[in-house]
């Protein structure tokens, strides 16, 4: 049986994967930067838009990063005004597990869904560190397995306060306007949180918004497969994606789920040109963009926890190894798993093997799912990885802000469609009927 393709699109975010050199690159304030790509994503029938959030600005060696010198308004303050110029586009944004309450998280994200006409998607994250948690009133460093505690009781605990309203409590009368018959009393006591009291939404129009997981760890990809609806991964080859993809199905039987009802999306990029080898030539160029010298170095500098300035750019590797007891010179940014030692060697064999310079590893090293030719290349590339169970779908992720989606709406989007893997049109008001 032929799957249709799920599609979303993702915010260019302050980082260095935005081309901000290129003459069209725009604002990440101005609201007409989130009119346009979510305006551009609803025209191509995409499923939803997707905003990353940031809740501190990055730094480098005490200095914030010259690519992260802006901030974003609020995400969900930037959903709510998107849902009044959009009319069926998911609208999907990030809000930690580890800075927000319960209580807060609930009533913003099923306001964004009675504002938009059951168009809302949270995507639940962990946040890592004491860091950003500085900026909060306590604090937050929490050990991986306790940030992992804390999310799974927190979305729960909001599934509790979207369910507390039964269907049909909120009544209308013409007379004495509208009020609640049985308002939703909740009462919840548990090891992360202990509150009682009343919600003040009643249900929502998707019953319950759409959830999503960002990770790919043993904790994130079981806890997505326990309460998520959609989960983000980061595969480069069609073998790890289909690894990921039954991996993470497999687990769903044990919460008695199918599996169908959680949709894998990688993020992914991509480059399009007239032909195959010019979109290639266009994407090496776009990537030397996107890893200028300094980001090279700073990148670098992340895993060796050295001042490595004096080294050039278009030569080798370093020759000393990472520093193993110092302190960590790039904050805000996902930490490698991996032993910086253990990870540095396998940059050294992978730099000799290809006979590549610091910017050229970078690059290498720091590449994400991306799909590169013509229009019908890369429309024929998505259709195998979904048809191939490597995923369900893709969060696409442009390299411009706010016209980069443009044109893959104008030149891919057709190409899908005449294979009759995606959409003509929406299927319902509500993002799950897009989804499910």
């Given at each position: ?116 006409g059951g168009r809302a998607a949270w995507n639940v994250v962990t946040s890592p560190d004491a860091w950003t948690g500085q900026n909060f009133r306590r604090g937050g460093f929490l050990e991986r397995e306790d940030r992992y505690a804390r999310a799974e009781e927190f979305l729960a605990t909001v599934r509790e306060l979207w369910d507390s309203w039964q269907p049909g409590t909120l009544l209308g009368d013409k007379e004495n306007g509208v009020f609640a018959r049985d308002p939703g ?252």
């Amino acid at each position: 049986m032929t799957k249709q393709i799920k599609l979303a699109a993702y915010f260019p975010g302050v980082n260095n994967t935005t081309v901000w050199s290129d003459p069209a690159s725009g604002s990440q304030i101005d609201f007409a930067s989130f009119e346009h790509l979510a305006r551009t994503a609803e025209r191509g029938k995409l499923d939803f838009l997707f905003l990353a959030e940031g809740l501190r600005l990055r730094e480098h060696a005490g200095k914030i990063l010259d690519t992260d010198v802006v901030g974003r308004p609020n995400t969900t303050a930037v959903l709510a005004a998107l849902s009044a110029v959009t009319t069926h586009l998911g609208l999907a944004g990030t809000l930690s597990s580890t800075f927000n309450e319960p209580y807060e998280v609930a009533r913003q994200v099923a306001s964004i869904d009675h504002l938009s006409g059951g168009r809302a998607a949270w995507n639940v994250v962990t946040s890592p560190d004491a860091w950003t948690g500085q900026n909060f009133r306590r604090g937050g460093f929490l050990e991986r397995e306790d940030r992992y505690a804390r999310a799974e009781e927190f979305l729960a605990t909001v599934r509790e306060l979207w369910d507390s309203w039964q269907p049909g409590t909120l009544l209308g009368d013409k007379e004495n306007g509208v009020f609640a018959r049985d308002p939703g009393k909740f009462v919840h006591s548990g090891p992360q949180f202990d509150i009682h009291g009343e919600f003040t939404l009643p249900r929502t129009p998707q019953g319950q918004p759409v959830v999503i997981q960002a990770g790919d760890s043993g904790e994130g990809r079981e806890f997505a497969a326990k309460a998520a609806d959609v989960i983000f991964s980061r595969h480069g080859t069609l073998e790890d994606g289909q690894a990921f993809f039954h991996d993470v199905k497999r687990r769903l039987s044990a919460y008695g789920r199918e599996p169908g009802e959680l949709l894998i999306m990688p993020a992914a990029a991509f480059v399009l040109g007239d032909t195959d080898a010019e979109a290639a030539e266009r994407a090496r160029e776009i990537r030397y963009q996107q890893v200028r010298p300094a980001t090279a170095i700073q990148f670098l500098e992340q895993v060796w926890s050295r001042d490595l300035s004096a080294y050039d750019v278009d030569g080798p590797l370093p020759d000393i190894d990472p520093d193993p007891d110092a302190a960590p010179l790039t904050w805000g940014r996902v930490r490698h798993e991996k032993d910086p030692a253990a990870l540095a060697a396998e940059w050294r064999a992978l730099a000799e093997e290809k006979k590549l310079s610091i910017r050229e590893l970078v690059i290498e090293a720091t590449a994400r799912q991306q799909f590169v030719g013509s229009p019908a290349t890369v429309a024929g590339a998505i259709d195998e990885y979904v048809q191939s169970d490597a995923a369900d779908g893709f969060v696409l992720a442009p390299h411009l802000t706010p016209g980069g989606l443009d044109e893959f709406v104008e030149k891919v989007v057709p190409h899908l469609q005449e294979r009759g893997v995606f959409r003509t049109e929406y299927a319902g008001p509500t993002l799950r009927d897009q989804l499910f």
